[in-house]
């Protein structure tokens, strides 16, 4: 018989092997009120849940902070981080890191609460969370994940019934997060900075263990490990600029090891395609536009690269050779992974020489007549029109693209077919998030859910999501915070 005052959770912590100066634990900041606000069915059951449990006070409390699973003590990860290009020593300052979850597939997954209060790394800040924000994460997370991008995902938010200061006084909230693993190129810097090589083989030795094992056979792992990471962030970045996502901060405590996207503080997607775009108002240098991601990406790995070196190499010049050597794959590799994303958003099959130009060519045209990057994809997919669709550019492109079309031996259907499964019919648009969001602070929930169960299968094309494809009226320029 179910008792709902335990979890029979399979959980562990395998981070806790590893050397003492990665972590700290810590216990758990009770709070006076924990109330369940949104719960994860569905990611529950693919992690072999029973949702019911999520519902039990057991489940709650946990969620909430106010204790952890029996037997694993809670931890704040240590890690550091370029933010906005400079070195700083960081580390969960208000996360927590519950344990590992073993799933009945075998799998291993961090569950880890965002919000739950000061850690010894929480520096000023208060370790809390206010519920808009994670609501936010919630949703855009889940919407990624919709979309088949990599991502950590959110498996409940908890109010605290305690409020957190900000501009003004907010409803206080926990996000139980669900990730790969919360390493991130920062831990592998906060490694290095220590100048321990044994401490710096033994976290490269844990990742390899547990996001690539394969690189434990090869002849250099450490290369491999390297290699592993470069291609899936140049893959991971292809796919966000495929669906016009802007991370908004990407500093290198923002990128993870696994290649799953973190952190949903200020990102946004592009509604008018314009690739200068940056939402995050402390972002006044545009480090982390649109059009800057790859390159940003690229850098981000080079500064992993360099953490690594010790160990590729004992000669550092050997070292420095193995680390170019991989580095100089990421830009073919992320080229190859967004034509082939591009190509597939215009019902490719077959691949051309001049396909990257015709696609630049419609990007072109669409950024000169302020197109919807969303809605031109949506719009071609299911021949509708679009306002620039009747400009001379437009026509002279479309005449292109059919001409193309007619070199592969695919029908129209197929070719449709496969538009409809690479260009989405809905984002998470700002501004009916915002909207969703502001209603929800208030305690009406019933927008969000409509628009986060829109956002499930992005390629359905269901009546339902033609409610939010209508991008804002003016081009009004929207803002995300940082910090929240
Ligand atoms: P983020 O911008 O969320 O990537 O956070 C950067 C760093 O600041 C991380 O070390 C966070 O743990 C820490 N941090 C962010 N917000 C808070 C807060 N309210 N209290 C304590 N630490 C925070
Ligand atoms: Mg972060």
Redesign the pocket.
Known sequence: MKNNNSLSWNIECSFCQLPQAFYTSVSPNSVSSPQLVLVNDQLADSLGIDPQQLNTPKCISIFAGNEGFKGVEPIAQA?A?H?FGNFTM??????MLLGELITAQGKRVDIQL??SG??P?????????ALGPMLREYMISEAMHGLGIPTTRSLAVTVTGEP?LRETALTGAVLTRVAASHLRVGTFQYAAARENIEELRELADYTINRHMPSAATEKHPYVALLEGVIARQASLIAKWQAVGFIHG?M?T??MTISGETI?Y?PCAFIDTYNPATVFSSIDVQGRYSYRNQPGIAEWNVTRFAETLLPLLHEDREEAVTLAEGALSQFARLYVTEWLEEMRAKLGLFTKEEEDETLITDLLDCMKKHEADYTNTFRSLTVDQTEKFFSTTDFIEWKEQWIARLKRQPHDQKAVKERMKQHNPSIIPRNYYVEEALAMAEKGDLARFATLLHALENPFAYTKEQEEYVNPPRENTSYQTY???
Not at 90 to 95: M, T, V
């Open positions: 890690y981080g933010q960081l580390g969960d300052g208000r996360a965002k919000g000061r850690t790394y929480s520096r000023g800040g208060d370790g809390r969370a957190v901060v500093n405590d923002n952190d503080g940082c910090g929240t």
